[in-house]
């Protein structure tokens, strides 16, 4: 297969990942300077995408947690939504060790790579829509750097909609549902889920059988090797 290129041409003066301390949003910035101001041991920056560069699979979350990844400067790491999201991809093949909610816990990512649609923590975990825009060139970048990319899990609607813009493709022909799968050509499948936030999984919105339910969808898929 041909190494993978989003139909939106990258700005190539952005990398993949994002400075830790990035500018590009006053708002967001801001906000770090507050959290930095509170919690000067965390991390509080950009969080760089976690995994493989060979990976297959790229799951999208929707921004860092201010108490987690912005604390740990891992992508899910240290809240109650890495709880899920991990376990899951130990349970299906696509990590390797133990997740103990750290960033030096030597948990390893296998064929898989997880990042945001926003890399900084946004006030109340939303990020606006002209956050979400700017942040865009640094997706873009993501999706470039992975050769072998085939499937894309998106965490709820805002990874949804983020990774159908970037790739230039009309969100209303591609309608976010749980457990939906889309062909979005050129090799690559999109998977939805909801995103396994604490309100999400205490409200009963998602559970763990729905969750895995796409994990083994995406596991059968892609198979093994």
């Known amino acids: 297969m041909a190494p993978f290129r989003p139909a939106a041409e990258t700005d190539r003066r952005f990398p993949a990942e ?3 301390q990035c500018r590009l949003c006053p708002r967001l910035v801001a906000y770090r300077h507050d959290n930095a101001a509170s ?3 965390w991390f509080n920056g950009a969080v760089a995408s976690f995994g493989s560069p060979d990976a297959r699979l790229l799951i999208v979350g929707l921004a860092p947690g201010r108490g987690g990844a912005n604390r740990t400067g891992r992508p899910f790491t240290g ?3 890495g709880v899920l999201l991990y376990d899951t991809l130990l349970k299906f093949g ?3 060790g133990v997740y103990d909610a750290r960033p030096n816990d ?3 990512l296998v064929d898989c790579m997880i990042t945001n649609a926003v890399r900084c923590a946004p006030p109340g975990n939303k990020p606006t829509p002209i956050e979400i825009a700017t942040c865009r060139a640094y997706f873009s970048a993501r999706l470039d750097a992975l050769p072998k990319l085939r499937m894309m899990l998106a965490l709820g609607r805002v990874a949804h909609d983020q990774i159908l813009t970037t790739l230039g493709h009309r969100k209303a022909a591609f309608a976010f549902a749980h457990g939906a799968r889309h062909d979005l050509g ?3 499948a999109l998977f939805d889920s909801f995103h396994c936030s604490r309100y999400n999984t205490n409200t009963g919105r998602l559970t763990s059988d729905m969750f895995q339910a796409v994990f083994a969808a995406i596991r059968c898929e892609l198979g093994r090797g």
């Open 18 to 20: 994002a400075p830790a």
């Open 39 to 41: 919690e000067p041991l």
């Open 79 to 81: 809240d109650h939504a």
């Open 94 to 96: 696509f990590a390797r």
């Open 106 to 108: 030597g948990l390893q």
């Open 186 to 188: 050129s090799g690559i």
